[in-house]
């Protein structure tokens, strides 16, 4: 087993000029920051709308939730290339961590509710069609055991109603607020190393163990077994329990 200090995780944050709603950028500082306390180097690397990057050469990607309009601009670019990096990277076990118009994309498409249909790239057996309904608000689940069964707070706001496949697993279920779609009592995907949900916050810092569960799943795809050290989350799980609390 390797030491921290010969570990080294890299990160892509994609999209980081058009998806970034409700600080979702301090995902990637999160993640950062636990690795560098534990001794692991990390870098971090943009890739905006025009730029391109191996997405093989990564151990984490992040993509950010945005409002309909900004997914329509990058839809182009996306379209370019960057669809099947995604989808090759996936099959490849590289971790993601998509949120809200993030997660949206990994789909087949995005269908308003005025009926314009955005085709995305299918990277995951569900779809999202838009409603009146805004779920909006604080909400919590807990995620399947799969994906470290933590509970995990954080913050909705989407109009779209998410809707799973026979092929995907959602990764969790709703035990406040509304989730994918306020109907079936499911939230986010999990497919392979990808994770994808409505959580912004942003949703790392508050949820510390889900955070460590994303940073090992992409140490040990590098280096093998890997144990990472405790630190001292007093701060985040009283955060964390507040709102756990608050939610019932």
């Known amino acids: 087993m390797r030491?921290?200090?010969?570990?080294?995780?890299?990160?892509?944050?994609?999209?980081?000029?058009?998806?970034?709603?409700?600080?979702?950028?301090?995902?990637?500082?999160?993640?950062?920051?636990?690795?560098?306390?534990?001794?692991?180097?990390?870098?971090?690397?943009?890739?905006?709308?025009?730029?391109?990057?191996?997405?093989?050469?990564?151990?984490?990607v992040f993509i950010g939730g945005g409002q309909d309009f900004e997914q329509e601009v990058l839809l182009d670019d996306l379209h370019r290339g960057k669809d099947r990096e995604i989808i090759s990277a996936i099959d490849d076990g590289v971790v993601f961590l998509t949120i809200c118009g993030g997660y949206q994309m990994m789909g087949s498409y995005y269908e308003t509710y005025d009926?314009?249909?955005?085709?995305?790239?299918?990277?995951?057996?569900?779809?999202?069609?838009?409603?009146?309904?805004?779920?909006?608000?604080?909400?919590?689940?807990?995620?399947?055991?799969?994906?470290?069964?933590?509970?995990?707070v954080g913050f909705e706001n989407h109009s779209g109603k998410t809707y799973l496949g026979a092929d995907a697993k959602p990764l969790g279920q709703v035990l406040a607020g509304f989730g994918n779609n306020g109907e079936d009592g499911t939230e986010g995907v999990h497919h392979k190393n990808l994770f994808g949900c409505y959580c912004h916050g942003p949703m790392l810092p508050k949820n510390p163990a889900f955070c460590d569960m994303l940073l090992q799943t992409a140490l040990e795809r590098r280096y093998g077994a890997v144990t990472l050290d405790p630190l001292d989350d007093r701060a985040e799980l009283a955060a964390h329990d507040e709102m756990c609390a608050k939610l019932g």
């Not at 999209?15 to 990637?28: E, R, T």
């Not at 993640?31 to 984490?60: C, H, Q, Y």
């Not at 057996?125 to 689940?141: A, E, H, P, W």
Request: aromatic fraction near 8%.
């Open 115 to 152: 009926g314009k249909r955005c085709d995305f790239i299918g990277a995951v057996d569900l779809c999202t069609v838009g409603s009146k309904q805004r779920m909006i608000g604080n909400y919590k689940f807990r995620c399947v055991d799969d994906a470290g069964g933590s509970v995990v």
């Open 3 to 60: 030491g921290a200090t010969e570990m080294e995780l890299k990160i892509c944050h994609m999209y980081p000029d058009v998806l970034n709603l409700y600080g979702d950028g301090g995902n990637i500082i999160c993640m950062k920051k636990r690795l560098n306390w534990r001794g692991i180097e990390a870098s971090v690397t943009k890739l905006p709308i025009g730029e391109r990057a191996s997405l093989a050469d990564f151990d984490i």
